[in-house]
């Protein structure tokens, strides 16, 4: 990581996921990409073998994010072969998804036009198809990430020859023969958390990510799914927060330790992937403790 840069003025966030986390010396390059790029402070990179995917966490100015983030999508489908690649998160892309947040002074209006005019070089300048999600999507079904990357890249190569509902927003119709299609989105900070079972029931996992999910009328603003992690022999839980004002990953952890419970499993442990916010750690401190009024007033570094 490099030396930590001062940024002034507006500032926005971007949490791109490359389809790669066993190759270090791939990884770096991608990193550098970012981090080589003025007014860009690299915040984090987790990368995970059996996922073989790679979060980086990055803000900086509104331009040199667009700049930082066009430069990481060409290194990563210059570096990574999707018809080489495999790992248990799904994914359409090399460069799979770059979301785009709004931090300091911006609003999700800058976002949005700044994920389309991405998305638009990313097409234009680095040859890969990209689809818009979130509030910055074109059409209505495909504001939910999910919906986009459902088929994952072997069957959505096929898909985009042969029914025109699956056209790329920008670019194509076919996707790159290597690097897939990139899908860049506006949304809101999320928290993605993963809870791993002392386990090897994958349909266990499943059925748990099935019970806890919002679209299963489990915890409203929760994505969930059950995968097989053959590097530390067991299953996970992997979750994002998409309302993170509201569910907590103590609330998470809380119900999926139940959900296993139920099943004779024990939690072995959990992660966070990248960064949360301030809230969410407010939030999980008042849930663990169930303090009746708990709020960011009540820790002292922040009232400073």
């Given at each position: ?148 990357r459902r088929t994952g890249f072997e069957e ?10 699956y056209y790329p927003d920008f670019g194509g ?132």
């Amino acid at each position: 990581m490099s030396v930590k840069k001062q940024l002034k003025g507006k500032i926005v966030e971007c949490v791109p996921n490359f389809s790669e986390g066993r190759r270090k010396e791939v990884i770096e390059a991608i990193v550098n990409e970012i981090d080589s790029v003025q007014k860009i402070r690299v915040l984090d990179v987790h990368s995970d073998e059996d996922h073989n995917r790679s979060v980086v966490t990055f803000l900086g100015n509104p331009s040199a994010v667009v700049e930082a983030a066009l430069g990481a999508v060409r290194a990563a489908s210059r570096l990574i072969d999707l018809t080489h690649h495999e790992g248990v998160h799904p994914r359409i892309g090399a460069a799979d998804v770059v979301p785009i947040i709004p931090i300091r002074d911006t609003t999700m209006e800058d976002c949005v036009n700044l994920a389309r005019d991405l998305a638009r070089k990313i097409s234009s300048e680095v040859g890969v198809p990209t689809y818009l999600y979130g509030f910055a999507a074109l059409r209505e079904d495909r504001k939910n990430l999910e919906k986009v990357r459902r088929t994952g890249f072997e069957e959505m190569r096929k898909l985009v020859l042969e029914d025109a509902t699956y056209y790329p927003d920008f670019g194509g119709p076919s996707l790159h023969s290597t690097a897939g299609a990139t899908v860049v989105g506006a949304r809101y900070p999320l928290v993605a958390f993963n809870v791993n079972l002392d386990s090897d029931d994958l349909i266990a996992a499943k059925e748990i990510a099935e019970a806890i999910r919002e679209k299963n009328s489990g915890l409203v603003g929760l994505k969930a799914l059950g995968l097989r992690l053959n590097k530390l022999s067991c299953v996970q839980v992997s979750t994002n927060i998409t309302r993170t004002d509201i569910v907590s990953p103590y609330t998470i952890f809380d119900r999926i330790q139940a959900e296993a419970r139920k099943r004779g499993i024990k939690v072995r442990n959990s992660e966070l992937i990248g960064l949360m916010p301030l809230s969410s750690v407010v939030n999980l401190a008042g849930n663990a403790m169930h303090l009746e009024t708990f709020s960011k007033e009540k820790i002292i570094e922040l009232n400073i």
